[in-house]
């Protein structure tokens, strides 16, 4: 079940009737506080940060008992969360379960809603952790979006053991972006700690950022402008025309 | 405001609160029907499908008036959407309006979700329509999604004019993806005529789609297999290192 980033506002009315007519929930502690309001004696099942292994795991065994489970994950359970792994694990050990997964919404979605519409136009996310993919792979990736001129969203920007990748990815999209390019910054979405920043790529400070926070840098064409309430709005135009001829 | 892809039980608290208190709905007529159950008497400003600007820019002059506008997107409002063209609309003609742009589930999440976990890593959204976008800007897209590895959902597969686009993005993907690369085609999320299907990359054909049907190819890694209820479901691994032990 994938209950969007944090704001009860911005979950699902699917998600909400998934977790109400479940039996057990699962999921990393934080993310059963955040749907503490619908609990109507469900046996918890909190787990820590880390291990989403054990959690599905944990969850499948649950529901080959005969329990309706609700593996809880923030944003979209299908985004860097648990339903593949959940496929993952009854591909590799057939089990006589149902499965569903509830879609929602994620956090580079809110971040460009509340930033302006960053994600107008052609996107990506790249998930910044190497813990399960190689540097390689991972840099591959970065120098594709880079030459696609993709607006790129990084997850997991930062981890507790290493803390470079943001450098690296920002040296490998430079060379395919303007200074001026927008950069939204974004942590605690839909929470009352919640911070959007846009800052221009060329003054992008990685020590801005952790391990909790959400980066997401414009393509070529994305903008930003200020606005009457004294705030900056980025944009990506939905055509590439429009901004081309504008610039003539 | 985006209103999820159809169903009701995939629109968010956000869009449905925005819908009620608005006093006008603008949008394309079938969104503005997907939404009726939450009429109240709002004025009701029905567009053909195309056109976008124009929806826009009525919006915006209602907006001007005073009136509290809801502008109805289909999914995600800043995802191929109306939010975007907002934004452009009033840089150029600073307007003394407040924007709140509402997130919402975009079609390839509901569409992953109802085929497995095909978004389990890193992805891409690509529009074909090059109505707005020169085809050499798409194609530097796609060749740059196909080497980076990235599962990609393609947006606007078809357009009225021009039938295959489909057909030149797949043969970019070709070199990068093996032939059972999992497919999925999805159409009418979220309404009783939902059809989403999955087929292998070598067995794709482009015949299958109109210009509503939302396609999404996996990245290398992507699988799909058969369960006991008969039905296949698609998923990419979360790591690069499973997939790669398991076949080593």
């Known amino acids: 079940v994938g209950i969007g980033p944090g704001a009860p506002e911005w979950r699902a009315p699917a998600a909400r009737a998934a977790l109400e007519s479940s039996s ?20 918890e099942h909190r787990f820590p940060l880390g291990g989403e292994e054990n959690r599905v795991r944990h969850a499948i065994a649950l529901a080959k008992e005969g329990r309706e489970v609700a593996l809880v994950c923030s944003g979209d359970a299908g985004i860097y ?29 809110a971040a460009a809603a509340k930033a302006g519409a960053l ?36 997850y997991n920007p930062r981890s507790l053991k290493r803390r470079d990748q943001l450098q690296r990815a920002f040296a490998i999209l430079k060379a395919h972006r303007p200074p001026d390019t927008p950069v939204v910054i974004a942590s605690n979405l839909g929470r009352p700690e919640e911070r959007v920043k846009i800052v221009q790529f060329g003054e992008f400070d990685p020590a801005d ?14 903008t930003s402008f200020a606005r009457g309430d004294g705030r900056t709005y980025a944009y990506t135009p939905r055509g590439y025309a429009k901004k081309r001829e504008a610039a003539e």
């Open 209 to 222: 950022v952790d391990m909790l926070t959400l980066v997401m840098v414009g393509s070529s064409q994305s």
């Open 24 to 43: 057990d929930w699962v999921g990393y502690g934080l993310y059963l506080d955040l749907v503490a309001d619908l609990a109507s004696g469900q046996a």
């Open 81 to 109: 969360a648990m339903a593949a792994l959940v496929y993952e694990v009854i591909d590799l050990e057939p089990a006589r379960i149902a499965v569903n997964v509830i879609p929602g919404i994620s956090a580079f979605q």
């Open 119 to 154: 994600i107008g136009h052609d996107f990506c996310c790249i998930s910044l952790s190497d813990l399960l993919t190689p540097w390689e792979v991972i840099e591959k990736r970065l120098k594709a979006a880079a030459e696609g001129d993709f607006v790129v969203s990084f």
